[in-house]
């Protein structure tokens, strides 16, 4: 008598991937309304310089350290209208900061008499007070502001007071994981203007693009895409043909070489930097 074969095994079943489902109750906090083109700004706002520039931090304790900062090189004068010319200086500046989980502390000084300071203050688990000044010997050249942030659930709001009678008010709210919209009102009363502007924010893990759109007609727009962590170089090129480039490089613990570079070929203008930051 002949033996039953036995049939095979059916194949499993695709696994059916369900759509996450958004809890709409439990969204993230956005980003203060001030900082939706903070991506775009480190990447193509370096702070680039022409000449030698060498830094040193030195810390002295886990919370208070100081900086020097030398930079030798040209700085430009405007000369017959739209013209400038390039004379050879050099600056000093000193820096103290302090840095506590609710506390931070920041001042600077500098050879040409200006003088920088910053606080950021947490006053609670949710508001949060900032304030910056400069003050200079130039008349009506020194500036002063404050702005307080209050952090919710899945939402932002800011007020700002500063010199010259400014006020200003912004709100920005997640609508989803993702997106975020908001808008801002400022009043300038020393010129006796008004602002009003609107903002969206699109991130995911791998990409952040915003737009800023104001009344007074001005439009800004921002996409910045991660494409390496190791990555360290930054370079822009505006629609002016200007060219620029800024490049870190660390060569060992607490020591990084600084390079920077801009080419304006329609101004004939160019401009070469390379420095040192000690003791980071």
Do not use: W
Not at 112 to 125: H, I, M, Q
Not at 144 to 170: C, E, I, V, W
Not at 232 to 247: H, P, Q, T, V
Not at 251 to 260: D, E, H, M, T
């Amino acid at each position: 008598m002949a033996t039953p074969v036995d049939a095979p095994a059916p194949s499993p079943m695709p696994e059916v991937i369900k759509p996450q489902n958004t809890d709409y109750m439990k969204l993230p906090c956005p980003v203060p309304y001030d900082e939706i083109h903070r991506e775009a700004i480190m990447s193509l706002k370096a702070e680039h310089f022409e000449g030698m520039r060498f830094d040193f931090i030195m810390g002295l304790n886990h919370r208070f350290s100081l900086t020097h900062s030398i930079l030798m090189g040209p700085t430009e004068i405007p000369y017959k209208s739209a013209e400038t010319i390039k004379v050879p200086t050099a600056h000093y500046d000193f820096g103290a900061n302090f840095i506590d989980p609710r506390l931070i502390l920041l001042g600077r000084v500098m050879t040409d008499g200006r003088v920088n300071g910053g606080v950021r203050c947490d006053l609670s688990e949710n508001l949060t007070m900032r304030a910056n000044a400069q003050l200079t010997s130039e008349p009506g050249m020194s500036q002063g502001l404050f702005n307080f942030d209050y952090k919710g659930s899945d939402y932002r709001t800011q007020l700002k007071f500063g010199n010259g009678a400014l006020l200003g008010a912004s709100y920005f709210q997640s609508m989803t994981p993702r997106l975020s919209l908001g808008g801002e009102v400022s009043y300038d009363g020393e010129h006796r203007k008004s602002d009003v502007g609107y903002a969206a924010r699109y991130n995911t893990d791998k990409m952040v693009a915003a737009g800023q759109f104001a009344s007074t007609g001005n439009v800004a727009l921002s996409y910045v895409q991660k494409v390496s962590k190791k990555c360290r170089i930054r370079g822009k090129i505006d629609s002016n043909g200007c060219i620029s480039a800024f490049l870190e490089e660390k060569l060992n613990v607490g020591l990084k070489f600084i390079l920077s570079a801009e080419l304006d070929h329609k101004k004939k203008d160019y401009k070469f930097g390379f420095g040192l930051t000690a003791g980071e």
